[in-house]
């Protein structure tokens, strides 16, 4: 009797802690409702409500009469409680699929195919630049930008966000999980929630700490393995990104001078601070040369009328300062003596 009594309490135990228990994320994400969007790669997809108790579904052709023709593509649905996007089946026949009551009468719209793409890039926050395939001084903070249709997913009922991860593997082959901001703070890689597209991360990668993150080129990209699609379709560019890079280091790799620091203010010292090359002042400053000066050229400009403007310190000629004192009464004293020489010689 204790044992029976033991027994139906834990059965009465368990299954009050099922019945409390919520539907678990997975479970939300997996349940197709009629008119949302599945991927190519997904399986497990519980499409019940979705096919409506039919058990095939049809494609046609885009422009196809829908009401009026056969159509182009009809998958068997045997156990609607566990479907599969399989690529196989559904790579080329994206679109809208119909459950059928018939072997070519839609009965309502199931669900709509879409191929999935998911992309990542890099952003240097410091100096708000694109830095996806080039290099950032190991001082700078980053994020990552995602673009994905997988946030088609929150059409699900109970889908809040979509759970990706970021790989980010550094020079030494070290696949990191999380990644640590300049503050401290740690965001993890692993299941990070998507709710919109593009989605921005914060700031969660701090290149200063050179223990941690040391220089040197780390490999990124970001994947997405819900309902195993990553396993099923792992084409680049679908559910897994290209995988990008970015160059941790001080130095600009394409300067060749290694002794190069790359301080904005301190990038071209050279073109600031050189001073004017002294033949250049010479050039500008110097005299005709001195056969050019002339008394003649000294008459012209104490005629010139623009010579009256100048002090009179400048005017005075040096040309009357040229006759010695007495000079008058000399010649008037060789007159005479010559006139007296012609006399004589008459008489």
């Known amino acids: 009797m204790a044992d029976y009594s033991t027994v139906l309490c834990f059965v009465m135990v368990t299954g009050l802690f099922l019945g409390f228990c919520p539907v678990s994320a997975a479970d939300a994400i997996s349940t197709i409702r009629a008119g949302n969007t599945v991927f190519i790669g ?17 494609w046609w052709a885009s422009g196809a009469a829908i009401s009026s023709s056969s159509p182009d593509k009809t998958i068997s649905v045997p156990n609607p409680g566990s479907f599969s996007i399989y690529p196989s089946d559904f790579q080329t026949y994206t679109g809208s699929w119909y459950h059928l009551s018939g072997p070519s009468t839609p009965n309502g719209t199931a669900f709509t195919v879409a191929d999935p793409y998911i992309d990542i890039r890099i952003e240097d926050t410091t100096v708000s630049t694109d830095v996806t395939n080039k290099w950032v001084p190991s001082d700078d903070e980053l994020r990552f930008r995602i673009d994905t249709n997988f946030v088609q997913m929150l059409q699900r009922a109970g889908v809040s966000s979509v759970p990706v991860t970021i790989k980010v593997r550094g020079p030494d082959g070290t696949l990191f999980s999380g990644l640590t901001s300049k503050s401290g703070q740690t965001t993890s890689l692993v299941d990070y929630p998507l709710t919109t597209s593009p989605q921005y991360t914060n700031a969660i990668w701090g290149t200063s700490n050179r223990a941690m993150y040391p220089p040197g080129t780390y490999s990124v990209w970001v994947e997405c393995n819900v309902n195993s699609i990553k396993d099923n379709y792992g084409q680049t560019g679908k559910a897994v990104s290209s995988t990008v890079t970015v160059q941790n280091q001080d130095q600009n790799p394409l300067i060749g001078n290694k002794g190069y620091v790359t301080n904005p203010t301190t990038s071209t010292p050279v073109a600031t601070t050189r001073t004017p090359t002294p033949t250049v002042t010479t050039v500008v400053t110097t005299s005709p040369p001195p056969t050019t000066v002339s008394t003649p050229a000294a008459t012209a400009t104490a005629e010139s009328p623009a010579a009256t403007t100048l002090p009179a310190t400048a ?23 010559a006139c007296l020489l012609l006399f004589l010689n008459k008489h």
């Open 42 to 58: 997904e399986q497990g997809l519980d499409i019940t409500a979705a096919m409506d108790g039919d058990t095939t579904l049809g």
């Open 315 to 337: 005017v005075v000629p040096a040309v009357p300062t040229t006759h010695t004192p007495g000079f008058g009464a000399g010649l008037v004293i060789l007159s005479l003596c």
